[in-house]
């Protein structure tokens, strides 16, 4: 499972030129999954995100987490994560998990993050084409892969 993190002042989701949904300050978390992620995977990027201090102290420092500050988030469903590109030109999607699988998944993500923030986490459609809109606030991004725990 992978995570693109990203600190922003607000994004939203537009689908088929209706806004789905919008925050403000928080994180906008596009999520890959593939065929071989479980619940482990889901505890713990879910603990990893919520802790992470991404967001600024009344110092200047990058020293809260979005629990700490309150902050929103936006769960996309993202397959091209997994892309691998070793080969030719064209990506392969080939670890990316099929819906029967990624849907479940993806739904558990999002339960667990509201858990853990305490509120709604706003989402994307899943498979849906989506026109996503962000401001990166620092800018902040950050790759989390839960196979590769660095």
């Given at each position: 499972?992978?995570?693109?993190?990203?600190?922003?002042?607000?994004?939203?989701?537009?689908?088929?030129?209706?806004?789905?949904?919008?925050?403000?300050?928080?994180?906008?978390?596009?999520?890959?999954?593939?065929?071989e992620?479980?619940?482990e995977?889901?505890?713990?990027?879910?603990?990893?995100?919520?802790?992470?201090?991404?967001?600024?102290?009344?110092e200047?420092?990058?020293n809260r987490?979005?629990?700490?500050?309150?902050?929103?988030?936006?769960?996309?469903?993202q397959?091209?994560?997994?892309?691998?590109?070793?080969?030719?030109?064209?990506?392969?999607f080939?670890?990316?998990?099929?819906?029967?699988?990624?849907?479940?998944?993806?739904?558990?993500?999002?339960?667990?993050?509201?858990?853990?923030?305490?509120k709604?986490?706003?989402t994307?459609?899943?498979?849906?084409?989506m026109?996503v809109?962000?401001?990166?606030?620092?800018?902040v991004?950050?790759?989390?892969?839960?196979?590769?725990?660095?």
């Amino acid at each position: 499972m992978r995570i693109l993190l990203q600190r922003v002042s607000r994004a939203s989701v537009t689908i088929e030129t209706v806004k789905k949904c919008e925050i403000a300050q928080g994180l906008l978390l596009l999520l890959g999954i593939e065929g071989e992620d479980s619940d482990e995977d889901i505890d713990w990027l879910v603990r990893k995100v919520l802790s992470l201090r991404v967001f600024e102290d009344d110092e200047g420092k990058m020293n809260r987490s979005i629990v700490e500050m309150e902050g929103q988030a936006l769960v996309v469903s993202q397959f091209t994560l997994h892309a691998r590109v070793k080969k030719g030109t064209r990506p392969s999607f080939e670890r990316a998990a099929r819906p029967d699988f990624a849907i479940p998944m993806y739904e558990k993500f999002v339960a667990a993050m509201e858990a853990g923030l305490d509120k709604p986490v706003e989402t994307g459609e899943f498979g849906a084409m989506m026109d996503v809109e962000l401001i990166n606030d620092g800018p902040v991004t950050i790759w989390i892969d839960s196979k590769n725990r660095e």
